[in-house]
């Protein structure tokens, strides 16, 4: 990584009880662009990394009282983010796998050679500002680029925070559409957790993972004997959310006879249990979400016009990771504190490499897949940074860095356009220009990829 940050800004410690070899390389390291510290013992080395802040320290490993492993250790308990730079002219295996388990971040043989110093300095110097560029972005995970664990700096992302703000304390119905990984059920909690409702039930149910028979009695119970196999009286999951919130998921999958028991619970909040003659009344805040086009499927007959209406009355549309790829840094960073946690394993984090690689990545799979890919490679992963080639072969192989528009007049919207514009046109080549197939691939419906098609000027590479 090359940085951002000016030479002269560096503060470098370095640590020699050979003075004249001590100001010599001082000298040199001030003609490079640093501001230079220097100490000649290990005490005074420790006694200014107390009391001041250096962005690397460089120690000799041979003095003659304490040695510089003592500093490390020191520096390590004091000041652990700061990088360690270890000289020596006894090197040996040995010392080296010592030096590496104490935390230092490199170990160089004098006598020292210039290039390879200055080589050795900018790689820890590189690593530091990853290091601060990690806690920078923890730090907006705590400010205003998260709703309760979900994450966002994109500008489309903070405008779905804004109307769930303004709607979570209301009891209106909210259809969330996009994608499947865009984090939909994430969002439904959220909302519930900001309302009013946050101490009552939160009752969630994937309509499109049961059948119909059995779905109509999830949600709103049966009476004992009302089919085969219903042995007792069983409480749905409308009355179980009464007071709180219920999420519906997959909607779009609910059948016709089905969409009318839901547009009646909507409109009169009444129902009554399969078998059963008693209505029951429920005050329950209502959340849908769909990753289908529920406009395409109104219009084809698959989903009542009503209904569509009745649940569109707040619509957060969540966009795809590839549509938002900015965040990707932002997202990892969260997933790799969250998952180091979890897993117990101490990761300092990805490097560019890697980041750049994972942002030009498609993602069918959206935030989930990055979680998962996030996960695998802490796992996998033997040192404390996670490099390029930790990351699946799929990612590391589909992941050609794609070309972003240089020019400054240009929105980042607009210049986001053309990396969505190669993603597609690649992806469309590799399925012979069939929209089906290709919009499966991307994790999107037809209509959707119509419609980036079109706006990005390439619906006439397959007018059928």
């Given at each position: 990584m090359k940085s951002t940050k000016n030479q002269s800004t560096y503060s470098i410690l370095l640590v020699d009880d050979d003075q004249r070899l001590l100001e010599s390389m001082a000298d040199w390291m001030r003609s490079l662009?640093?501001?230079?510290?220097?100490?000649?013992?290990?005490?005074?080395?420790?006694?200014?990394?107390?009391?001041?802040?250096?962005?690397?320290?460089?120690?000799?490993?041979?003095?003659?009282?304490?040695?510089?492993?003592?500093?490390?250790?020191?520096?390590?308990?004091?000041?652990?983010?700061?990088?360690?730079?270890?000289?020596?002219?006894?090197a040996s295996m040995d010392t080296g796998v010592e030096a590496i388990r104490a935390g230092a971040f490199d170990l160089l043989t004098k006598p020292i050679i210039d290039q390879e110093l200055q080589i050795a300095i900018e790689r820890a110097l590189n690593q530091q500002q990853v290091i601060d560029e990690n806690n920078?972005?923890?730090?907006?995970?705590?400010?205003?680029?998260?709703?309760?664990?979900?994450?966002?700096?994109?500008?489309s992302m903070k405008r779905q925070f804004e109307i769930v703000e303004s709607v979570a304390d209301t009891?209106?119905?909210?259809?969330?559409?996009?994608?499947?990984?865009?984090?939909?059920?994430?969002i439904a909690r959220s909302i519930h957790?900001?309302?009013?409702?946050?101490?009552?039930?939160?009752?969630?149910?994937?309509?499109?993972?049961?059948?119909?028979?059995?779905?109509?009695?999830?949600?709103?119970?049966?009476?004992?004997?009302?089919?085969?196999?219903?042995?007792?009286?069983?409480?749905?999951?409308?009355?179980?959310?009464?007071?709180g919130t219920i999420f519906l998921d997959e909607i779009g999958t609910a059948s016709q006879s089905l969409q009318v028991k839901l547009l009646r619970v909507?409109?009169?909040?009444?129902?009554e249990p399969v078998g059963g003659t008693t209505t029951h009344h429920v005050d329950t805040r209502v959340i849908l979400a769909t990753n289908e086009d529920l406009e395409t499927a109104v219009a084809e007959g698959r989903f009542r016009q009503d209904l569509y209406y009745r649940i569109n009355v707040i619509n957060l549309e969540l966009p795809s990771l590839r549509e938002r790829s900015s965040d990707v840094p932002l997202l990892i960073e969260h997933f790799l504190a969250k998952a180091s946690d979890q897993l117990g394993k101490k990761t300092r984090g990805f490097d560019e490499e890697a980041i750049a690689q994972m942002?030009?990545?498609?993602?069918?799979?959206?935030v989930r897949e990055l979680q998962n890919v996030v996960e695998r490679a802490i796992l996998l992963s033997r040192s404390e940074w996670i490099r390029l080639s930790d990351l699946p072969t799929t990612l590391r192989r589909e992941s050609a860095p794609l070309a972003i528009a240089s020019d400054i007049r240009k929105t980042l919207k607009e210049?986001?356009?053309?990396?969505?514009?190669?993603?597609?046109?690649?992806?469309?080549?590799?399925?012979?220009?069939?929209?089906?197939?290709?919009?499966e691939w991307l994790g999107i419906n037809r209509t959707t990829l119509y419609k980036k098609m079109k706006k990005l000027g390439l619906e006439e590479l397959c007018p059928n």
């Open positions: 662009g640093y501001q230079m510290t220097t100490a000649v013992s290990v005490e005074e080395g420790e006694s200014l990394v107390q009391s001041s802040e250096f962005d690397l320290i460089i120690t000799d490993l041979r003095f003659d009282e304490l040695d510089g492993f003592e500093l490390l250790r020191f520096c390590k308990r004091n000041s652990p983010e700061t990088p360690v730079l270890l000289l020596t002219g006894y920078r972005l923890k730090a907006e995970l705590d400010h205003r680029f998260s709703l309760d664990g979900v994450v966002g700096y994109d500008e009891k209106a119905t909210i259809l969330i559409t996009g994608e499947s990984g865009t984090g939909k059920s994430l957790r900001a309302s009013s409702r946050r101490k009552d039930p939160f009752v969630e149910i994937a309509c499109g993972a049961l059948p119909e028979n059995l779905l109509e009695s999830e949600l709103f119970g049966h009476v004992a004997g009302s089919f085969t196999g219903a042995t007792g009286n069983k409480v749905g999951k409308f009355k179980q959310a009464d007071g909507l409109q009169d909040f009444e129902f942002q030009a990545y498609h993602w069918p799979g959206n210049a986001l356009e053309e990396p969505e514009r190669q993603i597609i046109l690649r992806v469309l080549k590799e399925n012979h220009y069939n929209r089906n197939e290709t919009a």
